[in-house]
């Protein structure tokens, strides 16, 4: 079975901020019109870091979206035509003041396909050095360390709700035990 592709008609922006745009397409599905509203953000990379340890930092951070603070990797938009793998690492410094000698790519997923375009590049972070921490104006996060199976407790109780969280520790687990 082929995969019908569906073709742009038109798009109309509709929003114009710092972060994401939306637009509102109109695509053409098998000779018929259909309307597709699209969020277009950056993308960006997370990190799933381990320390020497073998414990995975973890960040608190309170989202405003959803009203309260949530446990997850640190993470952070690609800026521009940024290099995934840059962008990895100065996240990592800036969110947590820790540099890697080891990265390991996880590979890439679509956080909402349905309605944005956004991917995030997974990594795993090893081999760390403290530096220090470069936060923006408008962050605030709280580094916690767990052991493997304290964070799959934290899954099994629902206390990690983050997609990218969950699917890059998914990716992780040879690296985690």
Known sequence: MSLHREKQ????????GRLIKVTFDVADVNGKEAWREVVHHPGASAIVVIDDKGCIVMERQFRYALDRGLLEIP???????????HCAKRELEEETGYKASEWIPLGTIATSPGFCNELIHLYVAKGLSKGETNW????????????????????????IKDAKTLAALALAMPYLK
Do not use: C, H, N, Q
């Open 9 to 16: 008609v038109s798009s109309e922006m509709k929003f114009d």
């Open 136 to 159: 923006d104006d408008d962050e605030y996060v709280e580094l916690e360390y767990y052991t493997f199976e304290e964070l799959m407790d934290a899954i099994r109780k629902e206390e």
């Open 75 to 85: 993470a952070g938009k690609l800026d521009g035509a940024e290099d995934p793998l």
